[in-house]
């Protein structure tokens, strides 16, 4: 199973901006995105901030019958100002988590379908690596 996306930082932000901003693309690739591929620390803890977020609107969808929301510039602020509260080393990098929060909701997604694409050829490589394994 691959450790890590084998895409650069700024095609990570790529997925991370899209997977944000974009409800359907998560819910439609929601198994390929693992936190734990990306190679960025921040960008982890942002995956699996809005991996989260994502589960819990889902759950909340389902008992209440609301439309799922997507999550913004602000609920990822207030997530991240949670995780950083009371780990020291992440307090030192709050300005750059939320440097690449806003990178996420001003990076251009006009190569949306391009980066849908190769989400699907790692998946695909993914799930022949973990049967191989297996």
């Given at each position: 199973?691959?450790?890590?996306?084998?895409?650069?930082?700024?095609?990570?932000?790529?997925?991370?901006?899209?997977?944000?901003?974009?409800?359907?693309?998560?819910?439609?690739?929601?198994?390929?995105?693992?936190?734990?591929?990306?190679?960025?620390e921040?960008?982890?803890?942002?995956?699996?901030?809005?991996?989260?977020?994502?589960?819990?609107?889902i759950?909340?969808?389902?008992?209440?019958?609301?439309?799922?929301?997507?999550?913004?510039?602000?609920?990822?602020?207030?997530?991240?100002?949670?995780?950083?509260?009371?780990?020291?080393?992440?307090?030192?990098?709050?300005?750059?988590?939320?440097?690449?929060?806003?990178?996420?909701?001003?990076?251009d997604?006009?190569?949306?379908?391009y980066?849908?694409?190769?989400?699907?050829?790692?998946?695909?490589?993914?799930?022949?690596?973990r049967?191989?394994?297996q």
């Amino acid at each position: 199973m691959p450790e890590t996306y084998e895409f650069s930082e700024k095609f990570q932000i790529k997925i991370l901006s899209l997977i944000a901003r974009d409800k359907a693309t998560f819910m439609s690739y929601r198994s390929v995105i693992e936190p734990k591929y990306f190679r960025k620390e921040i960008h982890i803890d942002l995956a699996r901030i809005i991996k989260n977020f994502y589960d819990t609107e889902i759950e909340r969808s389902k008992v209440k019958g609301t439309p799922i929301q997507m999550p913004t510039v602000e609920v990822l602020f207030e997530e991240v100002r949670k995780l950083t509260a009371h780990n020291a080393i992440k307090k030192k990098l709050l300005a750059e988590y939320q440097d690449t929060i806003l990178d996420l909701y001003e990076t251009d997604l006009n190569d949306a379908e391009y980066i849908k694409d190769n989400l699907v050829q790692f998946g695909r490589r993914s799930a022949i690596e973990r049967a191989i394994l297996q």
